[in-house]
């Protein structure tokens, strides 16, 4: 059984897919510890306790420095013995010392086919704006596994989405959260827990 905790920051989408692939059994042997935020209102958290999931904030607001806010983090993640962490819309910068203690064992989906539309300042709606900015006919979600560095580990997973007229960031951000995050996020997880990925 694949022990997961994921960490969340916003609406909980990707958690969702999560959480209703394992109960329709698109992924298997695989069961959530916890759900952890640094965001006390993540309605992420609201879909956990209604899933009877334990649910966890912490908050970087709780702790004096940044360093003290790693360590509580790390502890917190650490409580619930995962053998993978799953960063499913996490704003957060991981601490070195996390990724370090779960090496190859973190991975985060991106909403844009890496290396087009991500580092520093590429979350959320920036990614989109920054596509149509572009002018892109194509864009994507990455599964990627999280390394020291911004959206630079070794890509798991990609599914491509057509860009359309008329889009505008938000819109484009649905489809792509539709057709290709909460698709290729629990496929990685039922594939890591079958022995498939990061063997
Ligand atoms: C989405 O844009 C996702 O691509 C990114 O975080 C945003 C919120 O995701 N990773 P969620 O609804 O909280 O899963």
Not at 20 to 36: E, M, P, R, W, Y
Not at 97 to 121: A, D, T, W
């Amino acid at each position: 059984m694949l022990n997961i905790c994921v960490c969340v920051s916003g609406g909980g989408t990707n958690l969702q897919a999560i959480i209703d692939g394992i109960a329709k059994g698109t992924i298997t042997n695989t069961k959530i510890a916890a759900v952890i935020s640094n965001n006390k209102g993540a309605y992420a958290l609201e879909r956990a306790k209604q899933n009877g999931i334990p649910a966890v904030c912490v908050s970087p607001k709780d702790y004096e420095s940044r360093d003290i806010f790693n360590d509580a983090l790390l502890d917190t993640v650490k409580s619930f013995q995962p053998d993978l962490v799953v960063l499913a819309g996490f704003l957060v910068n991981v601490p070195g010392k996390m990724v370090q203690e779960y090496k190859n064992r973190i991975i985060n989906i991106h909403p844009s086919l890496i290396p087009s539309f991500c580092g520093v300042g590429y979350y959320g709606l920036k990614v989109h704006e920054a596509a149509l900015a572009r002018g892109v006919k194509v864009t994507g979600a990455t599964v990627h596994v999280v390394d020291d560095g911004t959206d630079t580990g070794p890509i798991l997973l990609q599914k491509a989405v057509c860009v359309q007229e008329g889009d505008t960031p938000k819109v484009l951000q649905q489809r792509v959260m539709e057709e290709a995050e909460w698709k290729i996020l629990p496929m990685a997880i039922d594939m890591i827990a079958n022995g498939k990925l990061l063997k």
